[in-house]
């Protein structure tokens, strides 16, 4: 079981988890916990780091990091055994949690799960803080943000649970945001590939690195809400969804839709660099200097050249690094020999996701006719096996996002 910040948020939201999880040992689970820091106060904690030191040692900004978790493992144990519940924290130091040294976004390598399995059969609710672990010379390290969900993953796949509950501030994976489509089905089940793309491209139910490695290490995770009211049933009981292998789900779920989702990222920003050389070698000029500035390109296009002499090529980079990616590209301007470089940050990405599509034809020209007959202007498009994204206005996101969602037929009864 997993709970996040807004879980822990307090001494009232802690001690509704510890009634969660013990409803779920009462059912007769064994029951390991992962716990964030209480909402907002990993920033706080990177706050102090920045005061103390602007060009801080990443060693020693993990160790203060990291304690945002021991707090609310501590607190989470204390409140179970409040409850008449045998429970205890296991810090990242005391399994422990293996990572490489990549601090501040170290990577799980193993996780020593002999006395933690131990401590479990014996009856004791195991308490773990997420997103921290340690380098194989005892330094304490941190997952990046979002890390918790990892952690769950990993320590579910280490003890080989049955599955692994993420409770978080909605209740399940919808086909689009409720805020928006007001229409918006909750899925009973999705795959791990379709949970990928999903939250690639804006969905931000689950992390990203969660879900990679929940397919790699085949953990069935479920999405649930820690919202619930006190006398609520166990989690077996209540509607979550399910995020399981392609085999699986044909068992669980016959009459699925061809569309799983559909997904609305406001984060993008437009570049196009007019007039580039023609030449072999002119997009490698353009791309390299960007990889190396650690800007991820998302999509891309290259014009037909004018008489093979020069091009125009169009691509997005997320917002933030909108004035990174400029920079870098003006000082390799003589180097590239594009003419003038316009962007636009006012621009989104809408993403139809679904695992149907590998076997149906025709699901990117319904997106296309659906937007083009509301006047919804293309302006990039990409694809992979099951996903298709277009760029548009960002303007016209809400209204898009509800013209697909009732042209697939994700709308319900």
């Not at 330094?139 to 990892?150: A, F």
């Not at 996101?397 to 009732?406: N, P």
Request: charged share 25%; with cysteine.
């Amino acid at each position: 079981m997993k709970f996040g910040g807004t879980s822990m948020a307090g001494t009232e939201r802690i001690r509704r988890v510890a009634g969660i999880v013990k409803r779920q040992q009462e059912a007769g689970h064994e029951v390991a916990v992962v716990v964030s820091a209480m909402s907002g106060e990993t920033d706080r904690l990177v706050n102090f780091c920045r005061e103390a030191n602007p060009l801080y040692d990443p060693a020693e900004y993990d160790v203060v990091v990291a304690s945002g978790e021991q707090v609310t493992s501590g607190l989470l144990a204390l409140h179970l055994q409040a409850l008449g519940c045998k429970a205890r924290s296991w810090l990242g130091w005391q399994l422990p949690v293996r990572t490489d040294d990549a601090h501040a976004k170290a990577r799980i390598e193993t996780i020593d799960s002999e006395a933690l399995l131990a401590s479990m059969a014996a009856g004791e609710i195991a308490v773990i803080p997420g997103f921290q672990g340690l380098t194989e010379d005892n330094r304490v390290t941190t997952l990046g943000r979002g890390g918790s969900d990892t952690s769950a993953v990993a320590v579910a796949a280490a003890v080989k649970a049955d599955r692994c509950d993420i409770y978080t501030d909605v209740d399940g994976v919808y086909t689009t945001d409720p805020r928006i489509v007001a229409k918006a089905q909750k899925l009973k089940s999705v795959t791990y590939e379709e949970m990928l793309e999903l939250a690639s491209v804006g969905s931000k139910v689950l992390q990203t690195r969660s879900v990679s490695l929940a397919m790699k290490e085949n953990v069935r995770v479920q999405v649930l809400s820690s919202f619930i009211d006190e006398n609520a049933p166990a989690a077996d009981t209540l509607p979550g969804t399910m995020i399981v292998s392609d085999e699986e789900l044909e068992g669980l779920d016959m009459e699925r839709q061809l569309i799983t989702g559909i997904a609305a990222d406001k984060n993008e920003a437009k570049v196009i660099l007019t007039r580039v050389p023609d030449r072999p070698g002119a997009v490698a000029t353009i791309f390299g200097p960007l990889a190396e500035t650690n800007i991820n390109v998302d999509m891309i296009i290259q014009n037909v050249g004018r008489e093979h002499t020069d091009t125009d090529v169009t691509f997005t980079v997320p917002s933030a690094d909108l004035d990174k990616a400029k920079s870098v590209l003006e000082e390799q301007q003589a180097k590239i020999g594009f003419e003038k470089m316009t962007t636009d940050p006012k621009v989104a990405k809408i993403s139809v996701v679904g695992v149907g599509m590998r076997s149906h034809a025709g699901v990117a020209s319904t997106m296309f006719k659906a937007l083009a007959d509301r006047g919804i202007n293309i302006q990039a498009i990409s694809t992979s096996e099951i996903k298709v994204s277009v760029l548009i206005d960002a303007d016209e996101v809400e209204l898009a996002v509800r013209v697909l969602h009732t042209a697939y037929g994700l709308d319900g009864a």
